[in-house]
């Protein structure tokens, strides 16, 4: 079965960096990947994701600070936070579609998979 791990969370003051890691394991190779976000009292939302073929969709709230990106090598996922901000704060998870590209690539109800979520505050 589908299994996706996530780490690399946790605290850090805002402007720092994180790094967050996603490992994915019996997942076709080249499928559609996403992280997702939910801060307390707020809907879950897609913060970017990436296809088989590299394209990526960032959503608005964090292109020019985040960027996604995979290591087929090693079935990994990976978000690079910079300059983040205390809206930031939020249980990260990472997701998979079974599909190659993505469909609805900032849509949660479009991907099947889902870890467990890693937790990422950060503090003034």
């Known amino acids: 079965q589908v299994q996706l791990v996530e780490s690399g969370g946790g605290s850090v003051q805002a402007g720092g960096s994180l790094r967050l890691s996603c490992v994915a394991s019996?997942?076709?190779?080249?499928?559609?990947m996403g992280w997702f976000r939910q801060a307390t009292g707020k809907k879950r939302e897609g913060v970017a994701s990436?296809?088989?073929?590299?394209?990526?969709v960032v959503a608005d709230s964090v292109k020019g600070r985040f960027t996604i990106s995979t290591n087929s090598a090693n079935n990994t996922l990976y978000l690079q936070m910079n300059s983040l901000k205390l809206e930031d704060t939020a249980i990260y998870y990472c997701?998979?579609?079974?599909?190659?590209?993505?469909?609805?690539?900032?849509?949660?109800?479009?991907?099947?998979?889902w870890g467990q979520g890693t937790q990422v505050t950060v503090s003034s």
């Open positions: 997701a998979a579609q079974s599909l190659a590209y993505c469909n609805g690539p900032l849509v949660e109800y479009a991907y099947s998979y």
């Open positions: 990436i296809d088989f073929s590299g394209i990526s």
């Open positions: 019996a997942l076709g190779a080249g499928s559609c």
